[in-house]
């Protein structure tokens, strides 16, 4: 049941701050006015000065008060290079532990996290658990998507698969398992699909996804190898929501390659044919509406028919 081709068409050290020329901001909100707000940015000044004469809780109490309106910003731009120079785990996590979620947080969370020598699989455990919600997981996944990408393409698999055994949340391994993946089906297709063939079936299909987001668009015919090699393994289920993930890309990319390579896939993908040829129509009907008509008489599937001819009827007229 092989898959035809498819067409080509302990707290803080004694380290100082250095001035910083990352001119990114967070977003801020709420500023603090008047008296209040210069006796902030005094203080503010007197930290950047000598922070280790500062405690934590200080630090912390400075930023959440203020929602780190301080220095217009710049305290909090320079505060991130001043963590991500941390040596120590417990200092880092000392550090962001008592912020509130607020934007500077999530801005510190991103951005420490691409520059710090203590990302890694070893301490994702102790990094995660600084996170309070979603929104900052999201931070903390784009970070460390960051920093993976700064690393050689053969550390990356390495550093990636440390990541997901660290059982860490969904929104930050979905982010690696994309980012490594990217890298690696470029500079190495063969050593890519090896990797992912190893995973865990969890983690595997949303690799077999990222993948094949990069095979349509550039290897459709190694694609659908890769998803013949499923089918030759025994691995059905996970071959059905690879046929749909590289459909659905193919069809954005190719139209009518994707439409003739789904119009003749196995009825046991019946299911999933019917997303890819309505999808593959559609983006016929928007680049090459002449040839729609000639596409619709192939469709072999009833299913697909009925869903065409509902969605373009005025085409198909």
Known sequence: MLLSSCSEENPPSNTKLKKSSNSSQPAISSPVHGRQKSEDDLLAVRMLADLSSFSTEEVSELLNRTNGNILSGRFVAEYQNYLA???DIRSLCAALAGLNA??????????????????????????????KNNEEIEQLAIGIE??????????????????????????????????SIESLAQADPAKAEDWIFNLPPEVATKADGALLAQYAASKPERGVDY??????????????????????NYSKVDPTGAFEWANGLPDVFDQYKVQILVSSFGNIVNTNPNKAKERFTAVKNQDARVAIQSLYNAVLK
């Open 85 to 87: 120079s941390l040596k």
């Open 102 to 131: 607020a934007p500077y947080k999530t801005f510190l969370l991103q951005h420490v996290f691409s520059k710090s020598s203590l990302v890694s699989p070893e301490n994702m455990t102790a990094l995660h658990g600084l996170c």
């Open 146 to 179: 960051a920093h993976l990408r700064l690393l050689k393409i053969e550390n990356q698999v390495a550093f990636a698969q440390g990541i997901l055994d660290s059982n860490v949340d969904d929104i930050v391994s979905a982010r690696i398992i994309k980012a």
């Open 227 to 248: 998803i013949n090699n499923l089918l030759k393994k025994g691995q059905l289920e996970r071959s059905k929501n690879a046929v749909r993930s590289f459909g659905l």
